[in-house]
């Protein structure tokens, strides 16, 4: 038995193992970690593996599952709701790379079909570093991480005709028309292949196996479809990663989806960083040193041309400067897709091997320079926002129409400012609506402002980070700002902006991380929502529940957890803002507002004879009827149904009226 691919596997993972260790602990993504384990065990590095060719068989495998489950997680239904980002955004992006790159490389002397083939590597970004960078950073559902994400969709889609077109390119299909037709007639068979086997003959073959409920059939169907359709239309002169994105495609929109992306992904995730590991390998330590000056000046400039053309179709979408520039930084390297790309032209003679590891350089060094980038991406974004420049740029190119005028917005007053329409800010607007209370909403999404505002949602268009667009708003009238944007960087800005236009609008920021807690109440927020705390209390209540724990027991606990929790979160960053409020000053009381129910024992009574500060001892600050609100109620004012009153006191003395405002008549409210 030959043993040496084990001895192979031993070296790429130990070394592998020791390198990501390290490198998570400076934060650095774990694929350069795996790019770096190969530049060591190879050739040109340590020499621990010589020609590499068991690790490369293995990094086949890899990219091969990569398209897999790209095409797994690719959906027709999902890209039709973002269908303008990704067709236009990706168009774009990808054209106007790959015709600069064009007219570059030919004026350096490169034919046509090679300059629109470094053309094709170009365009290209990295999906697997930029998704991974964002995930962690908790921007992928921001608006430059939703734009990049459809960017990168249409580029992962737009490999499938760049390979298929390099051979034309290298004019090995030279047989004149009947080669051309041979090409079309084998893709259209292909195309109905596709189409009976992803709408009848696999959830037809995959009911059968899931019906036998056995996990290793069932794996090693999926297994089958994924190498059988790659093998297929690699006999049919294609290659092997067009095949298995097809056959993840193929599996797509069935209900064993995400039971088949979940068998694979380990498997996936081993060979993928095998394909990382045998890049590295193929690195030339001594060509990188010898022409470092022309690598990093080249490298610098795709950085620069792909932040630009990046952000251009980002402005193009309608969206302001700022998330250009942020979307235009993410995309700014050479992606994986490109190495499979220039092997490719490798083969085929597009690119000589000189060509070759100088685009091999580049790229590496574009996905090391990536998390850096990210890093400071903000601080670019915010500087460049400090230029002098037409409003046209920095607010974006399409402006809505829903642009407010001031007539509009100056007949605001004591409103509501909702920054942010996503799911937690369609939720704040409709428990306004219900309330009564006057609200606005700025969304720097233009399609979802011209949606929504043909619905009847008082909505604008904007980047609230700029002092202009809160303005618009009417925000030094403003009674409450709700800050409820996944982008943290952007939630610091505008609470700092709003801060700075009214000392005494009470700001709510949402922020995902109990991180961002302590720089957001620096920055002048009232309060800080943390999704990370939040979703712990209701995952402790659900608990609670399931062991038949009262409710009011259960609220009370929430409560209490509550109310330690944000104290000592106030408590990081000392004082939180400079207006004190009584829940500051006396931490064991609360402010709330409680609604008086039909048939409650305290409806129709008047406040004395309810006795509610001498019998529970809370206080009821003020009633809110039909809009109006009595500040400082008398003993003779009387409770209706439907009134909402004001109470303070703590906070176990504040449960313990809840039912009084619920009990019915015949149990009275001194009855404890």
């Known amino acids: 038995m030959d043993t040496a691919i084990i001895g192979d596997l031993l070296i790429v993972f130990g070394l592998s193992i020791t390198v990501i260790f390290l490198f998570l602990r400076i934060r ?82 490169l034919g046509w079909n090679k300059a629109l083939f470094i053309g094709f590597l ?128 193929i599996i797509s929109e069935s209900e064993y989806s995400h039971e088949a992306l979940g068998r694979i992904l380990p498997f996936r995730d081993i060979f993928v960083s ?72 490798l083969e085929y003679g597009l ?87 006057p609200y606005v909403i700025i969304e720097i999404n233009p399609e979802t402002v011209r949606v929504e505002r043909g619905r009847g949602e008082p909505i604008y268009y904007g980047d609230a980070t700029q002092e202009a667009v809160l303005s618009y708003v009417n925000v030094k009238d403003a009674r409450v700002a709700v800050i409820a944007i996944p982008d943290a960087a952007a939630t610091r800005r505008i609470t700092a902006v709003l801060r700075g236009l009214n000392t005494r609008v009470h700001i709510i920021a949402r922020t995902r991380f109990v991180k961002e807690v302590s720089p957001l109440y620096d920055l002048g927020a009232d309060e800080v929502i943390p999704e990370e705390f939040e979703t712990s209390i209701e995952i402790f209540s659900r608990a609670l529940s399931e062991y038949l724990i009262p409710r009011d027991e259960i609220e009370r606990c929430i409560a209490e957890l509550r109310a330690d929790g944000y104290k000592m979160f106030r408590g990081l960053s000392g004082e939180a803002t400079n207006m004190y409020r009584l829940e500051k000053e006396l931490p064991d009381f609360k402010v709330v507002t409680l609604s008086v129910n039909e048939g409650s024992a305290v409806a129709g009574k008047s406040l004395t004879e309810i006795e509610m500060r001498k019998l529970y001892h809370v206080t009821i600050l003020a009633i809110r009827r039909e809009g109006k609100t009595v500040f400082n109620p008398g003993g003779d004012d009387v409770l209706f149904p439907g009134d909402a009153i004001v109470v303070t006191g703590r906070i176990g003395n504040i449960f313990d009226i809840i039912p009084l405002l619920r009990m019915r008549q015949e149990q009275e409210p001194g009855a404890k």
């Open 351 to 437: 690119i000589d091997r000189t060509t070759y590891q100088i685009i091999l350089n580049i790229s590496l060094l574009t996905m090391a320079v990536t998390p850096f980038i990210l890093s400071f991406s903000s601080s670019v974004a915010d500087l460049f926002m400090r230029v002098p420049m037409p409003a046209l740029i920095r607010n974006g190119f399409q402006q809505p129409v829903s642009v407010p005028h001031t007539s509009e917005t100056e007949a605001l007053k004591d409103h509501l400012i909702i920054i942010g329409y996503g799911v937690n800010g369609r939720n704040v607007s409709r428990a306004a609506k219900m309330a009564a209370i």
């Open 122 to 249: 170009v365009s290209l970004s990295s999906t697997a570093i930029v998704l991974k960078l964002l995930d962690e950073r908790a921007e992928i559902t921001s608006p430059h991480g939703r734009i990049t994400l459809a960017v990168l969709i249409f580029q992962d889609l737009v490999v499938v005709p760049m390979m298929i077109l390099t051979p034309f390119l290298s004019g090995v299909h030279g047989g004149g028309n009947a080669e051309i037709l041979a090409i079309l007639g084998k893709g259209m068979g292909l195309i109905v292949f596709v189409f009976l086997c992803y709408r009848w003959i696999v959830p037809a073959i995959l009911y059968q196996i899931a019906k036998t409920r056995s996990r290793e059939l069932f794996l090693l169907s999926i297994v089958m479809i994924c190498l059988g359709v790659a093998w297929l239309t690699s006999e049919m002169g294609l290659s092997l990663a067009l095949g298995a994105f097809l056959a993840g495609l």
């Open 28 to 109: 650095v993504p774990s694929i350069i970690g795996f790019i770096l384990t190969g530049i060591l065990a190879g050739p040109q590095g340590l020499g621990l593996i010589g020609a590499g060719g068991n690790v490369e068989f293995l990094s086949e495998l890899g990219v091969v599952l990569l398209l897999f489950t790209i095409g797994i997680e690719f959906s027709l239904k999902n890209l039709l709701q973002i269908k303008r980002p990704v067709l236009l955004g990706g168009s774009l992006q990808v054209g106007i790379t790959l015709g600069v790159t064009y007219v570059l490389a030919g004026i350096c002397g």
């Open 274 to 345: 095998f394909f990382f590991i045998s890049i590295g390998m193929l690195l030339n330590v001594t060509f990188l040193l010898d022409n470092i000056s022309m690598i990093l000046m080249l490298a610098a400039g795709i950085v620069i041309l792909k932040a630009m053309t990046g952000g251009l179709a980002t402005l193009v979408l309608g969206y302001p400067l700022r998330i250009a520039i942020l979307t235009g930084l993410a995309l700014a390297q050479i992606g994986e897709f490109s190495f499979i790309l220039s092997r490719t032209g």
